[in-house]
T-cell receptor, first 112, second 114 residues
Framework: QKEVEQNSGPLSVPEGAIASLNCTYSDRGSQSFFWYRQYSGKSPELIMSIYSNGDKEDGRFTAQLNKASQYVSLLIRDSQPSDSATYLC????????????FGQGTRLTINP | GAGVSQSPSNKVTEKGKDVELRCDPI?????LYWYRQSLGQGLEFLIY????????KSGLPSDRFSAERTGGSVSTLTIQRTQQEDSAVYLC????????????FGPGTRLLVL
């Protein structure tokens, strides 16, 4: 079992719809959860971080964390073609400087 | 301000040669991380430095890989006797190392071992 698992996709969503990305993790001691976006040929950039159970909203993005079920998700509302990218889920055991364990990423395509 | 910078951006080398990859973190960031990303894969942790503490080397795949950080700033990742499976994008990140903090990534060095 991989430590952090994501569906590799590709996930295809029509413009304006909600894109839902999911991630599960195996280490119950994990405390930090991150979603990074990576455009082709570019480096990852942070979209959202979440540390507590529940929802965290930032503009069109909502991260959801359920530690009991060991999953974290990212919802993108009103999807735009510019949201087309690979989304990487990352998990850490602590809350400060630490190594992160990344999933393989989900490739998302928003169709105009 | 300036972000994380890495050099070279691309490196082609022959199998068996040594390579050095450089990372210049964001000014004031005390933590520095190295990851690598093989084609179509997620990021794989290699090593991280935090202040004056001993580095966490738990992700280095073999003793051919080493890294150092001089003066708490610039870091160099060295791969000795490169192999074709070392071909990947090597990404450096830095952070302030506070609680609930963000790792900011550099543009990466694309390494191709022929």
């Amino acid at each position: 079992q991989k430590e952090v698992e994501q569906n590799s996709g590709p996930l295809s969503v029509p413009e304006g719809a909600i894109a839902s990305l999911n991630c599960t993790y195996s280490d119950r001691g994990s405390q930090s959860f991150f979603w990074y976006r990576q455009y082709s040929g570019k480096s990852p950039e942070l979209i959202m971080s979440i540390y507590s159970n529940g929802d965290k909203e930032d503009g069109r993005f909502t991260a959801q964390l359920n530690k009991a079920s060991q999953y974290v998700s990212l919802l993108i509302r009103d999807s735009q073609p510019s949201d087309s990218a690979t989304y990487l889920c990352a998990v850490g055991r602590g809350r400060g400087a630490q190594k992160l364990v990344f999933g393989q990423g989900t490739r998302l395509t928003i169709n105009p | 301000g300036a972000g994380v910078s890495q050099s070279p951006s691309n490196k082609v080398t022959e199998k068996g040669k040594d390579v050095e990859l450089r990372c210049d973190p964001i000014s004031g960031h005390t933590a520095l991380y190295w990851y690598r990303q093989s084609l179509g894969q997620g990021l794989e942790f290699l090593i991280y430095f935090q202040g004056n503490s001993a580095p966490d080397k738990s992700g280095l795949p073999s003793d051919r890989f080493s890294a150092e950080r001089t003066g708490g700033s610039v870091s160099t990742l060295t791969i000795q006797r490169t192999q074709q499976e070392d071909s990947a994008v090597y990404l450096c990140a830095s952070s302030l190392a506070r609680t609930e903090e963000t790792q900011y990534f550099g543009p990466g060095t694309r390494l191709l071992v022929l």
